[in-house]
């Protein structure tokens, strides 16, 4: 859906009579995706024979080719050639963490192309936890409780050498995602957590605050008891 809107909104930009509107359009609306898709195929050629799709969400565009590998970069113009910190910062603590997760997590790999930083990732099937039906949500709290419990309770357990010079022992005392209300993936079907994804907010902090990002970041998270069970489950 995603690709045939930038497509279709891309070729309605010609028609836009003013060099510098349009420019501002491609820029702002559209995100330079032409700008940035050009730049990754020229960087990696063999993705052109490849069936591609679009997604966005957060601070990033996705070019996810044949349901295998995602390719991400900023959507911003101004972003995109700056973020390599962040992004080497992700890639640690991703593949640090790897190990200790009950579930997949995103396996990073850092592209320079010529003008932008993407990072490649395997795709990891799954709709986001909070994006499901309110009905669904509470008809499988208990086991969708059960495996979030699991999860964090190994992930507040790590605490690999590796990434040790990015913890503040002053700020918190584990890892914590942060961000699990908008970056869980759940099969539809089976209400099994496929992955966590978008660890670029992953920091040293309190415990704590993975409860309140699962509870308070979406309203439809909050009529759920998925946030109570988990936290009981994992203090159990």
């Known amino acids: 859906m995603w690709k045939l809107f930038f497509n279709v909104a891309y070729a ?6 003013f060099p510098r509107a349009r420019r501002h ?9 032409r ?22 969400g957060g601070g990033c565009l996705a070019f996810i ?9 900023r959507k911003r113009l101004s972003e995109a050639t700056t973020v390599f910190p962040r992004l080497e910062r992700e890639m640690r603590i991703t ?21 932008f930083i993407f990072y490649k990732t395997t795709f990891i099937p799954g709709v986001i936890l909070a994006n499901l039906p309110l009905t669904a949500l509470n008809a499988h709290s208990d086991e ?6 699991k999860f964090l309770k ?22 914590v995602h942060s961000d699990l209300c ?34 308070s970041r979406r309203r439809k998270m909050r009529k759920t008891e998925i946030t109570a069970k988990t936290l009981a489950k994992y203090y159990e």
């Open 154 to 175: 190994k992930l507040h357990s790590a605490n690999p050498k590796s990434i040790a010079d990015l913890q503040d022992d002053k700020k918190g005392k584990c890892w």
């Open 144 to 149: 969708i409780s059960a495996q979030l419990a």
């Open 65 to 73: 080719f044949d349901e295998k590998d995602v390719y991400k970069v």
């Open 35 to 56: 700008e940035k898709l050009d730049d990754l195929l020229a960087t990696c050629p063999e993705l052109r024979n490849r069936k591609m799709r679009m997604a966005k």
């Open 182 to 215: 908008s970056n869980v993936l759940i099969n539809p079907k089976t209400f099994v957590i496929t992955g966590v994804i978008d660890w670029e907010w992953c920091v040293w902090s309190d415990p704590s605050l993975d409860f309140t990002s699962l509870y």
């Open 95 to 115: 593949n640090a963490l790897r190990r200790y997760c009950t579930v997949q997590i995103p396996d990073i790999k850092i592209i320079k192309g010529q003008k």
């Open 12 to 17: 309605f930009s010609f028609l836009i009579i």
């Open 25 to 33: 359009f491609r820029e702002w609306t559209l995100f330079g995706y």
